[in-house]
């Protein structure tokens, strides 16, 4: 589902030069109390098109920065900018922005057709015009039918596609979505994601996409920003942010991740020695460590380690480990170990006629390739 938009030179949007900004923040920073920076000093470009998520956990200033773009909130310092030109000080309804919320914040009593020609009177668009864009719009989420209907008679999936509608109604070039998925059950939300990636990119809308969920952000985005502490931490395509994380922040908040502890030993171009804690040592690819004797943190993801020898190269690491756990989960199996010292290591292999099934106490050799295994900051 992963489409990257691409410019004229037929290159990622990721290459983008700040000339082909469409949305940008320059050196913004927000504070409520002129003390603690909720936001700091962010710097962020996206070209016309794209769609880009802002992951974090709570408080991490994801959300601070879509209330910003969206006018609701003011920078205390820098410059958000549209299109080419600044918007600090446009107020929210001049922006020409469409906006999904997690509560849908539709008016309870009006028709589902008044919902959406709201935006449209507000913009004095004739009667005429507005009966087509509110049909095609239904159309588009495939509502035709509801347009009769008050929000109180729909479900929550259906009220959820009647306020994206509403967002897109007015054909913003830019749509921002704050957490519009949390209310629903699993099997609605996954639909519901794969529905809002496909009406963005057929109608090449730039989207800006709020969540905590590292999945749903993985899942839908074209470049993911990692938001921890008012900073971003990376921000890079869905699978460079999983297979190639920057620090161990973004290693243990996307997917699921294999730490064990040492010290940097020594350190040749692309490759390090790492000295664990219980005096083993391995190879990795020094990511965020400098020199010998840093203290590190050793990234390693469950589905690349293997207890089938045969399908590992000759420079393979191995390790001796205990199993403590096994859970079965249908199409995958998954593994709790205990490796150097970590009694919360991972590992999942394919449910296949020849998947290896361990039981709790067992003794095993586990191996990975030494280009699988990050040394990233303690």
């Not at 590190?296 to 020898?309: A, D, G, L, M, Q």
């Not at 000759?314 to 205990?322: E, G, N, Q, V």
Request: proline share 5%; glycine share 8%.
């Amino acid at each position: 589902m992963n489409r990257a938009a691409k410019d004229r030179t037929g290159e990622p949007s990721w290459y983008m030069s700040n000339d082909a900004a469409f949305v940008e923040f320059q050196r913004v920073q927000k504070s409520y109390d002129g003390e603690i920076l909720v936001v700091k000093d962010l710097n962020l470009s996206m070209p016309k098109g794209e769609f880009l998520t802002m992951l974090g956990p709570s408080g991490s200033g994801k959300t601070t920065c879509l209330m910003m773009l969206a006018g609701f909130e003011t920078a205390t310092h820098g410059e958000i900018m549209l299109d080419g030109r600044p918007i600090n000080n446009i107020p929210p309804h001049k922006r020409g922005i469409g906006m999904v919320f997690q509560n849908y914040a539709l008016f309870p009593h009006m028709t589902v057709a008044e919902n959406l020609a709201f935006p449209l009177e507000v913009r004095n668009i004739g009667k005429d015009a507005r009966e087509e864009k509110v049909k095609r719009a239904l159309d588009m989420v495939q509502m035709g039918a509801f347009g009769s209907r008050r929000p109180a008679q729909l479900s929550g999936g259906q009220q959820q596609r009647i306020a994206l509608a509403r967002a897109l109604v007015f054909e913003p070039e830019l749509v921002l979505m704050d957490e519009p998925l949390g209310a629903l059950d699993k099997q609605l939300r996954e639909h519901m994601q794969f529905e809002i990636t496909r009406l963005a990119h057929e109608l090449g809308i730039t989207t800006v996409y709020v969540t905590h969920d590292q999945t749903e952000a993985l899942t839908m985005s074209d470049r993911v920003a990692v938001f921890d502490d008012g900073r971003i931490q990376q921000l890079a395509p869905p699978d460079l942010l999983y297979e190639e994380p920057e620090n161990s922040f973004v290693a243990q908040f996307i997917g699921e991740n294999n730490t064990l502890e040492g010290v940097v030993k020594s350190i040749d171009g692309d490759s390090c020695v790492v000295a664990l804690d219980d005096g083993s040592e391995i190879d990795a690819m020094p990511v965020n460590v400098k020199a010998a004797g840093e203290r590190t943190k050793v990234s390693i993801r469950p589905e690349r380690v293997e207890f089938n020898k045969d399908r590992l190269h000759a420079d393979a690491h191995t390790l001796k480990a205990t199993v403590k756990e096994f859970i079965y989960m249908g199409d995958v199996f998954r593994f709790r170990l205990s490796v150097a010292g970590n009694d919360d290591f991972i590992i999942k292999t394919r449910n296949a006629p020849d998947a290896v099934r361990l039981s709790p106490g067992q003794e095993v050799e586990i191996g990975w390739l030494a280009k699988d295994c990050r040394a990233l900051d303690a």
